[in-house]
């Protein structure tokens, strides 16, 4: 265990003491939390625990009520030239897929590279074909959004944010709206991934995944973090009493 | 000269052969009216729009936030105001009002144009709002996770599809228009309208003047109709796509 913790070493992002609440109601209490390069990080828990709000909090979709985000140690400050600059190196893919409906496929992945990282046509295109063959969807360059099956459009999703060459990757959920069919196809992207060495946070249900997949576990409950270690600590030696009856609940559905 | 008619039709006839000229240049100045009035109320109907639909992001400066909320407020102003009058009366308070406080004589026509054009950019900017809004805000999330900026979001993402879903609407307007240009022979543009009261002057042919001019109307509305279906045909393309080979993936 020690030895697979030391091979991360570069903290690519870390949050502290973070905290947010809609109104009184109080979503995410204190979160410590960080991410070294090429970690793959799942985040289980019931629903309602805070996981997609954290994730958003780590994205700056949402302002963190107290608290840091910390990008290679240093803040990222919440003024919009900042926030633009940070995300384009932290990509997020989202359980409703989110692809631009008004762009065809190869379009929808080039956008982003050629007007947030102001690169060429060319080697927009290049980038963007690049990872289409990755995800298996280099067929389907001309479609458009609704022309394609749920997993073919995450698969598209994933290309997009890849294509963008982000540090760090985070899903939310990438399989959840998916028809049990096509959950398969997606695991098996962010697998490749995963082995490729690309650094993600994972939020999931698949816990197949979870185990075989990540080097850490985060287990969240009631807005903050009850437990986190690799999948064999979690899944085989839980030492909270909430990580146990969540995982019996869990295995047992 | 054959005298005087003494049917309906022949009364049509006589009035098309003496005043049919100065009816197709009404019918001209009304297309150009409702043409360019449509097209800059468009113009100004996405500006206020965009504005009315601009977020006031958390990390902005007070000052960005300042100038945000007091352009709001007037352009808010300004499409109640025009939302809330007739536009003939409209035409009136601006036509004369420019006359007699700056001393501007503004040719009818183009007087004209601008009323219309405010009037559909006060009515636009409400459809534009919504349009904008009823686009799923997931992809502004998309959008704005690749780091996209607001004004990139709406330029690439959000406005090429509320302006597609505007489409039958603009082209309403634009019909809409054309019927509405009638008001204007108030501050005496020499639209349609206003060519059937001067042809009215000679023979007092109310009925015979007026089922002309109704027809003309009629032909300009439907034409435009159709002319607006066909062309929403064309924008919704094709409908399939076709799959690459593996092999000439790198070609295309
Ligand atoms: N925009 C929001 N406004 C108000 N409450 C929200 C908002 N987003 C999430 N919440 C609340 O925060 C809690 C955690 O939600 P979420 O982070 O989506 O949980 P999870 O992803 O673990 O299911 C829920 O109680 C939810 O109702
Ligand atoms: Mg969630």
Redesign the pocket.
């Known amino acids: 265990m020690e030895q697979n913790m030391m091979k991360y070493d570069e903290t690519i992002l870390s949050v502290e003491h973070l905290g947010k609440s ?2 009184k ?1 109080e ?1 995410l209490k204190d979160i410590d939390f960080s991410v070294r390069k090429g970690e793959v990080i799942s985040i289980i ?10 994730l ?1 909090c780590i994205n700056m979709l ?1 302002t963190p009520s107290s608290g840091n985000v910390l990008y290679h140690g240093e803040p990222v400050k919440n003024t919009p030239r900042d926030v633009v600059a940070y995300r384009s190196n932290v990509g997020m893919v989202f359980q409703s897929f989110n692809l631009f409906a008004n762009m065809k496929v190869l379009k929808n992945c080039m956008i982003g590279v050629q007007k947030v990282n102001k690169k060429h046509e060319a080697e927009a295109k290049a980038l963007a074909l690049k990872f289409l063959k990755k995800v298996g969807m280099g067929a389907y360059l001309n479609a458009r959004p609704h022309q394609l099956s749920g997993g073919q459009k995450q698969r598209v999703a994933i290309a997009r944010a890849l294509a963008m060459e982000p540090d760090l990757l985070l899903f ?2 990438p399989t959840s709206a998916l028809d049990p069919e096509m959950v398969g196809e997606v695991l098996e992207v962010i697998k490749q991934l995963a082995n490729e060495g690309l650094t993600m946070v994972v ?1 999931t249900h698949e816990m197949a995944f979870a185990r075989d997949v990540s080097t850490r576990v985060v287990f ?1 409950d009631k ?1 903050i973090i009850e437990e986190e270690g690799t999948p064999d600590v979690i899944f085989n030696h839980p030492q909270s009493e909430r990580t146990k009856a969540f995982l019996n609940r869990f295995m047992n559905q | 000269m054959n005298g005087i008619p003494e049917t309906f039709f022949g009364w049509v006839s006589l009035i098309f052969s003496e005043y049919g000229d100065m009816f197709i240049k009404g019918m001209w100045s009304t297309l150009f009216i409702a043409a360019l009035g449509t097209i800059f109320g468009c113009v100004i109907g996405f500006l206020v729009g965009i504005i009315q639909s601009t977020p006031i992001e958390s990390g902005s400066s007070l000052m960005l936030k300042g100038v945000i909320r007091l352009t709001k407020l007037m352009v808010s102003i300004y499409v109640e105001i025009f939302r809330g009058t007739p536009m003939m009366v409209q035409a009136m308070v601006i036509y004369y009002g420019s006359m007699q406080v700056f001393g501007w004589n503004i040719i009818p026509i183009y007087a004209g144009v601008l009323i219309l054009s405010l009037n559909t950019g006060a009515y636009m900017a409400e459809s534009v709002r919504g349009g904008i809004v009823s686009i799923d805000p997931g992809q502004t999330e998309g959008a704005k996770a690749m780091g996209m900026t607001h004004v990139q979001t709406m330029l690439y993402v959000i406005l090429p599809q509320a302006f597609r879903n505007l489409i039958p609407q603009i082209g309403n307007g634009f019909v809409s228009a054309i019927k509405d240009t009638s008001v204007l022979n108030v501050i005496s543009v020499t639209e349609l309208y206003f060519m059937g009261r001067t042809a009215c002057g000679t023979y007092f042919r109310y009925f015979e003047v007026f089922f002309i001019i109704s027809m003309i109307y009629l032909i300009l509305t439907f034409i435009s109709s159709r002319l607006l279906i066909l062309l929403e045909k064309k924008l919704d393309g094709e409908s399939d796509y076709e799959l690459i080979a593996e092999d000439e993936i790198g070609a295309v």
Do not use: H, I, P, Q
Not at chain 1, 45 to 54: C, E, R, V, Y
């Open positions: 809609f109104g109601n979503v828990g019931a629903s309602g625990s805070g996981k997609s709000t954290l958003r949402e939310d959920e939020v969240m807005g």
